[in-house]
């Protein structure tokens, strides 16, 4: 069964201070992996999409990782700000492009 | 470029009523998404319809869910008759076609409440 999990559950850091958060899947045959930004009360945003080949991917203060091998991703954000404060969802897509949702990270920035 | 508009944002009905929940789409895109989320988890597809057909409809509960797009753009999904346990929020999401690498772009949802 695909299944994609996502931890820490949520996270508390100081505005400035970097954090990671990781993705560990098993879907397969796999076709690529997005990270998606999601504001409280707002639909899902797309932040980076890797497919296999890739291994990292920016944009902005966010940075994502994947090892295919070992079918792990992480999503780094850098000097986080108040306006990172969201859920960070996992997406991995097969390809039958039948996806596969993590639960997400929810990812609280304070003063 | 207008994003995905979904309607009503909020509804809160009592069990065994009925509800629809309004989509539009990105002008030009073919695929249309139906999820539903239940709070602290992930999305949950639904439906997913190409154009005016359904291309996948394994996760629906056909017993008290419908969904259709009559016109191939815009769609409703409902509800008859909700359940507590169909309290969640109800996204829409569209994409240019169901390509691989196709983002889907989502709209902002609709919060449903069943007392």
């Known amino acids: 069964k695909n299944q994609v999990e996502q931890s820490p559950q949520s996270l508390i850091i100081l505005e400035g201070k970097n954090c990671t958060l990781q993705?560990?899947?098993?879907?397969?045959?796999?076709?690529?992996l997005r990270w998606y930004k999601q504001d409280t009360g707002r639909g899902p945003v797309s932040l980076t999409i890797m497919t296999f080949s890739e291994n990292t991917k920016s944009n902005g203060r966010y940075t994502a990782t994947l090892d295919a091998d070992t079918k792990q991703s992480s999503l780094h954000i850098t000097a986080s700000q108040l306006s990172d404060s969201a859920s960070y969802i996992c997406v991995v897509t097969d390809t039958a492009s039948k996806l596969t949702f993590g639960t997400g990270t929810r990812l609280q920035v304070t003063l | 470029e207008a994003g995905v508009a979904q309607s009503p944002r909020y509804k809160i009905i009592e069990k065994r009523q009925s509800v629809a929940f309004w989509c539009n789409p990105i002008s030009g895109h073919a695929t249309l998404y139906w999820y539903q989320q239940i709070l602290g988890q992930g999305p949950k597809l639904l439906i997913q319809?190409?154009?005016?057909?359904?291309?996948?409809d394994s996760q629906l509960p056909k017993d008290r869910f419908s969904a259709e797009r009559l016109k191939g753009v815009d769609s409703t999904l409902k509800i008859q008759p909700a359940k507590l346990e169909d309290s969640a929020v109800y996204l829409c999401?569209?994409?240019?076609?169901?390509?691989?690498?196709?983002?889907?772009?989502f709209g902002p949802g609709t919060r449903l409440t069943v007392l």
């Open positions: 999401a569209s994409s240019f076609r169901d390509r691989l690498n196709n983002e889907q772009f």
């Open positions: 993705c560990n899947y098993t879907v397969s045959p796999f076709s690529n």
């Open positions: 319809f190409q154009n005016n057909g359904v291309v996948d």
